[in-house]
């Protein structure tokens, strides 16, 4: 019985693990198969297999710029600045930008002007869990001083500021300094005042001009806009993240 009982047991420990490892070969073959189409320039077929493993969060820098590659190649705009988007956050390479600046101004796009602010931004974004993480721990060192200097009857004037600060430091980054850009995938996109198809529309944006995100109201995502926050259908836009 015990014998039955630990071969159960391994059955259970080991069928979650087999089912991952076939998962991960199945994703692996479709991947080179698309690639094998991709090389035989059989473009549309390959985009299908790539999007299929793309959607199950399998995916390389080389396949995301092949997806552009080939959604620029059928004329879809905001597809092509999707796939663009994220290749340079899976590479960094900062010709992808270059490229995304040179369609934005072909077809007359905003939001891919890159300033020193939204490098500063781009850079907050992508460290923000290593950033959060030095900070609560400089805010525990100085929570320990704190009470350390309470105990010996001194008063922790510098401990208690950097404990303010850093705390509301720490909420800014949690509450404040954190936007995800958006591109539209739609031939269009209605940009309204408020969270309702009812409120004023503000602009009609064609596919592919980009937009950052700063949160979420239902199916609404709140946006900006030359300076403005404004509200745009989710099922609108793409979201830039992996």
Same mark, same amino acid.
């Given at each position: 019985?015990?014998?039955? $009982?630990? @071969?159960?047991?391994?059955?259970?420990?080991? #069928?979650? #693990?087999?089912?991952?490892?076939?998962?991960?070969?199945? +994703?692996?073959?479709?991947?080179?198969?698309?690639?094998?189409?991709?090389?035989?320039? $059989? *473009?549309? +077929?390959?985009?299908?297999?790539?999007?299929?493993? #793309?959607?199950?969060?399998?995916?390389?820098?080389?396949?995301?710029?092949?997806?552009?590659?080939?959604?620029?190649?059928? =004329?879809?705009? /905001?597809?092509?600045?999707? *796939?663009?988007?994220? *290749?340079?956050?899976?590479?960094?390479?900062?010709?992808?930008?270059?490229?995304?600046?040179?369609?934005?101004?072909?077809?007359?796009?905003? =939001? *891919?002007?890159?300033?020193?602010?939204?490098? %500063?931004?781009? @850079?907050?974004?992508?460290?923000?869990? &290593?950033? $959060?993480?030095?900070?609560?721990?400089?805010?525990?060192?100085?929570?320990?001083?704190? %009470?350390?200097?309470?105990? +010996?009857?001194?008063?922790?004037?510098?401990?208690?500021?950097?404990?303010? &600060? %850093?705390?509301?430091?720490? #909420?800014?980054?949690?509450? %404040?300094?954190?936007?995800?850009?958006?591109?539209? =995938?739609?031939?269009?996109?209605?940009?309204?005042? /408020?969270?309702?198809? =009812?409120?004023?529309?503000?602009?009609?944006?064609?596919?592919?001009?980009?937009?950052?995100?700063?949160?979420?109201?239902?199916?609404?995502?709140?946006?900006?806009?030359?300076?403005?926050?404004?509200?745009?259908?989710?099922?609108?836009?793409?979201?830039?993240?992996?």
């Amino acid at each position: 019985m015990k014998n039955l $009982q630990a @071969w159960f047991l391994k059955i259970i420990i080991t #069928f979650p #693990f087999l089912l991952y490892c076939l998962s991960v070969n199945a +994703q692996t073959q479709r991947i080179a198969k698309a690639d094998s189409l991709f090389r035989a320039k $059989q *473009y549309t +077929q390959s985009l299908e297999l790539y999007q299929a493993a #793309f959607n199950e969060q399998k995916y390389s820098p080389a396949m995301l710029l092949k997806m552009a590659y080939i959604q620029e190649g059928l =004329g879809k705009i /905001g597809p092509t600045l999707y *796939y663009l988007k994220l *290749y340079n956050l899976a590479s960094n390479d900062e010709q992808a930008l270059n490229k995304m600046e040179e369609l934005a101004a072909k077809f007359k796009l905003s =939001g *891919y002007a890159e300033k020193d602010a939204d490098r %500063f931004q781009r @850079w907050i974004n992508k460290n923000r869990m &290593l950033i $959060q993480a030095a900070v609560a721990g400089i805010l525990s060192i100085a929570a320990f001083s704190f %009470f350390v200097q309470r105990k +010996q009857h001194q008063k922790p004037w510098a401990s208690a500021v950097a404990i303010l &600060l %850093f705390s509301a430091l720490i #909420f800014y980054l949690n509450n %404040f300094y954190s936007s995800n850009p958006v591109i539209v =995938g739609n031939d269009h996109a209605y940009l309204m005042e /408020g969270p309702s198809v =009812g409120a004023p529309v503000v602009v009609l944006l064609a596919e592919g001009n980009l937009l950052e995100s700063t949160g979420q109201e239902d199916v609404w995502l709140k946006v900006k806009w030359m300076n403005k926050i404004v509200y745009v259908k989710k099922n609108s836009v793409m979201t830039v993240a992996l």
